[in-house]
C-alpha cells in the first residue's frame, strides 16, 4: 500500500521528543474536535501574499496495551495565490510518517511526557494542553524525531503548484527553503502559523480544482510494477492531500 495511504492507521505525534500512537482501531472515548487555523505566508516582491485554511481534528481513545489515540482531519488545503496565475497548494499531509493536519497543533503545544503515566491518559493530557494553547503559534521548520531512532521531521507540509491548474498531471513540488526556484526571484516563505478558532471548516477549493472530486488514485499515472521509491512525485499526491471530508 502507498505510503500516504498507509500512514493513515498509525502515526506518531511530534513534540517533546515522544511518540503517542494513533491507532485506527479499538476506539474507547471521542472528544470534542477542536479547530485550528494554519496560515501560511509568502513575501513577494509585490508585498505579502497570504492564504489560510481551518481544519478540524476529531480525537478519541483508543483500548491499546500501548495506550494512545485515534484521530482524523477535516479540511482543505492551503492555497497561497504568489501572482496571477501562480497558485501555491500547501497541503494537508508532510513528511512521512508524519501527517501534517493531525499533528502540527500537538507539535508546537508543549507538554510534559512523563513515561509513569499510562498511555491513554497522556494522550487526554496532551489534548487538553492542545485546547489550552490560544496563541499564534508560528510552526518550526523541523519537529524532533517521533523516536530517537527517526531522523528530524519537517515541521511544514507538502507545498505544490501546477504547470496547468486544469491538469493534475501536471503537479510539481516546491521547495518551502526556496520558492524561487517554482515562481521567481523574491519569492520566499515567510512563515507558518496555526491558531485555535471556532471558525467554521474551510471549503472550496473545488472552484480551484473543479477535477479534484473525479480524481480516484494519484495524479500522475504510474506502474503497478513500479516500486513506490520509483514513483514520479505526482503518483504520490492524492485527492485528499488537498481535501478530507469536504468534498
Given at each position: ?6 500512514r493513515?492507521?498509525?502515526l ?6 515522544a ?41 478519541g ?14 479540511g ?31 507539535g ?15 494522550f ?9 494553547n ?46 524561487a526556484?517554482?515562481?521567481?526571484s ?11 478558532t ?20 494519484g ?14 512525485f ?14
Amino acid at each position: 500500500m502507498e505510503t500516504r495511504l498507509a500512514r493513515r492507521a498509525m502515526l506518531g505525534l511530534v513534540g517533546g521528543g515522544a511518540a503517542l500512537l494513533f491507532a485506527g482501531c479499538g476506539l474507547v472515548t471521542n472528544y470534542r474536535p477542536f479547530r485550528f487555523r494554519a496560515t501560511v505566508e509568502v513575501e513577494t516582491p509585490k508585498g505579502l501574499r497570504t492564504g489560510s485554511s481551518v481544519i478540524e481534528v476529531e480525537a478519541g481513545e483508543v483500548g491499546t496495551t500501548l495506550g494512545g489515540g485515534s484521530a482524523e482531519a477535516r479540511g482543505e488545503a492551503i492555497a497561497v495565490d504568489i501572482a496571477p496565475g501562480q497558485t501555491m497548494f500547501v497541503l494537508l499531509d508532510g513528511d512521512d510518517p508524519y501527517d501534517w493536519a493531525l499533528g502540527v497543533m500537538f507539535g508546537v503545544t508543549p507538554t510534559s511526557d512523563d513515561q509513569s503515566i499510562p498511555g491513554n491518559d497522556r494522550f487526554r493530557a496532551r489534548l487538553e494542553a492542545v485546547r489550552a494553547n490560544k496563541k499564534l503559534n508560528a510552526v518550526p521548520r523541523w519537529f524532533p524525531p517521533s523516536l530517537p531512532a527517526r531522523e528530524p521531521i519537517s515541521g511544514y507540509p507538502t507545498m505544490v503548484r501546477f504547470r496547468d491548474i486544469s491538469d493534475p498531471t501536471t503537479v510539481e513540488e516546491v521547495d518551502p527553503d526556496n520558492l524561487a526556484a517554482s515562481f521567481g526571484s523574491g519569492i520566499k516563505l515567510r512563515r507558518i502559523t496555526v491558531q485555535l478558532t471556532d471558525d467554521p471548516i474551510t471549503t472550496g477549493i473545488v472552484k480551484r480544482l473543479p477535477w479534484l472530486p473525479n480524481q480516484k488514485l494519484g495524479l500522475v499515472p504510474h506502474s503497478i510494477n513500479v516500486p513506490i521509491a520509483d514513483w514520479p512525485f505526482g503518483a504520490r499526491i492524492h485527492p485528499m492531500d488537498f481535501a478530507k471530508g469536504t468534498l
